[in-house]
């Protein structure tokens, strides 16, 4: 993620408030394109970064949900 954080906003870190949707939709399709992740491996990291955000919201260190709305499926292999 930091790979992404860096070319994208030319940034090293990020404070989780300031992570909306588009950045999860940006971080996928980063995985995607740049590191030709498949379907699965994208989703499990797309699974465990929302675990992140989840304990975040649970701790309320942020009170929206940045994926809202963002859905990701496992594909049959």
């Known amino acids: 993620m930091l790979e992404f954080i860096k070319k994208k906003y030319n ?3 990020i404070p989780l408030r300031e992570i909306k949707h588009q950045f999860i939709v ?3 399709f ?3 394109t740049e590191y030709k992740y498949s379907q699965n491996t994208t989703h499990k990291c797309m699974k465990l970064f929302k675990q992140v955000i989840n304990k975040a919201i649970r701790a309320r260190l942020i009170f929206v949900d940045p994926f809202n709305g963002y859905k990701t499926s496992v ?3």
């Open 30 to 32: 980063f995985l995607r």
């Open 11 to 13: 940034i090293t870190d």
């Open 26 to 28: 940006d971080l996928e």
């Open 75 to 77: 594909q049959r292999v």
